[in-house]
């Protein structure tokens, strides 16, 4: 069982900037982690999506130049720097892991482990 603990969320204002981590206590190397969120009455969508050794990445289209996405290189932590941020992004944001290499992407289905969830709110 791969436990998934976010952290970082909060209130910004349009244009600001916030930093969410995922931490996993799982002895083994996840190879693929990431990002998704959700806000109530639409589908939960995917934000970012990273392989264990940096080298392939995902972002959704609305994020792509202002969100970047990174792994810790000694543990199964993973980060979300959210730049530029609008009032569209605001959504409750859950990290997620599991697929292989060739399923890390912005896929639900793709994933079985998940977070618990972090706040992020952004103002006018």
């Known amino acids: 069982q791969v436990q998934l603990v976010e952290s970082g969320g909060g209130s910004v204002q349009a244009g600001g900037s916030l930093r969410l981590s995922c931490a996993s206590s799982?002895?083994?190397?996840?190879?693929?982690m990431a990002w998704f969120r959700q806000v109530p009455g639409k589908e939960r969508e995917g934000v970012a999506a990273?392989?264990?050794?940096?080298?392939?990445?995902y972002f959704v289209d609305s994020a792509k130049g202002r969100f970047t996405i990174s792994r810790d290189s000694e543990d199964n932590t993973v980060y979300l720097q959210m730049n530029s941020l609008r009032p569209e992004d605001t959504a409750m944001y859950y990290c997620?892991?599991?697929?292989?290499?060739?399923?890390?992407?912005?896929?639900?289905?793709?994933?079985?482990?998940w977070g618990q969830g972090t706040q992020v709110t952004v103002s006018p």
């Open positions: 799982y002895p083994y190397r996840l190879t693929c």
């Open positions: 990273v392989t264990e050794d940096n080298a392939n990445t």
């Open positions: 997620a892991a599991g697929p292989e290499r060739s399923l890390c992407n912005g896929l639900r289905d793709n994933y079985k482990s």
